[in-house]
């Protein structure tokens, strides 16, 4: 089982979007995380096979999905950003038909319907137009009829967005199940949450792989530039190096003998931002910042770089 994306380029009219974008997927989970903008739902689009490449392509078990794309859809299942459905179909009625749209036979389609309606908490709706949704319960629903056909290979786009709490653990719960067997091919914001989850990470900036490895992989590149220190809560080099640095942490510390209770702030710094600092372990997150942080936002311009790390003594 595995997919690959060979030198794709994605053109909007006469804007780049996608340039020299190559990628392997096998069992597992691969997180697409960026910027806005950066180009991840247009990617997920072209590796769904609902938007053709202006350049390279796209393989499924070796086979390009260009050749037979009906039988690629039926192997994969996507759930876009959002979904145009019909706003007066219930939601039984709804998936009804994506099941019968999929391929799914007839006798099979209520049992299948039922099936995922309960995986993902939507039986008490199943009655309900699905324009009388919440955001939350339309994000169930677009899960759901995802993974109507048992797919091989799963899309998604932004899962988490509008999911409570319990929603999300779930989520991610079943996406690693699933993933046992299953290419799994997630795009988000939730870096955090994604990194957990996730078995590699692509990191896009501008259209272009930032960075495409294990989320520790991700988190060495900010070996190095993280440090922690303690200050008692009203301190004001504490304001001073929050508005300086790219802060990645911040908690309280249990009252110590004598001092009260103080505040740990994590940051980002290229040198030791304070004389209380101590170096300590990157996580995927610092890592992922210093990525694409490396990269000028303009040629001959380190804007987040200075951002991250001010000249001068910054206390
Ligand atoms: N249909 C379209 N026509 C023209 N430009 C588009 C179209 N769709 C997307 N774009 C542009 O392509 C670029 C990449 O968009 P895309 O939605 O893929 O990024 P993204 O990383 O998913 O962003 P976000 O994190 O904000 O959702 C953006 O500059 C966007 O404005």
Known sequence: MYLEAIRLEKRYG????????????????????GPNGAGKTTLLRVLAGVLPPSRG?????GREIADDPAA???????????LSVYPGQTVAAALRYLARL??????????RVTEVAEEWGLASVASRPLATLSRGWRQRFFLAQALLADPDILILDEPAVALDECGRQQLFRR?????RERVVIVGGHGLRELTEVADRVLVLKRGTVRFL????????????????????????????LRRRFV?????????????????????????????????????????????????????????????????????
Do not use: F
């Open 247 to 315: 802060v990645t942490g911040r908690r309280d510390e249990p009252a110590r003998a004598g001092q009260g209770r103080l505040q740990v702030l994590r940051l980002l710094a290229r040198r030791r931002p304070h004389p209380a600092a101590a170096p300590v372990e990157p996580g995927p997150v610092e890592g992922y910042l210093r990525c694409i942080a490396d990269e000028p936002d303009r040629p001959g311009v380190p804007r987040r770089l200075q951002v991250i790390d001010p000249p001068g003594r910054p206390w």
């Open 213 to 240: 490895g294990t989320p520790s992989q991700l988190a060495a590149w900010a070996a190095g530039w993280v440090w922690e220190l303690c200050l008692p809560p009203g301190d004001p080099a504490l304001e001073r």
């Open 14 to 33: 006469w804007r780049p979007v996608l340039r020299n974008v190559s990628l392997g997927a096998g069992p597992g989970i691969l997180a697409v995380v």
């Open 72 to 82: 690629y859809r039926w192997q994969m299942g996507y759930k876009p950003q959002d």
């Open 102 to 111: 999929k391929g799914i036979p007839d006798a099979l389609v209520d049992e």
């Open 175 to 179: 996406l690693r199940l699933l993933a």
């Open 57 to 61: 392509c796209v393989r499924w078990q």
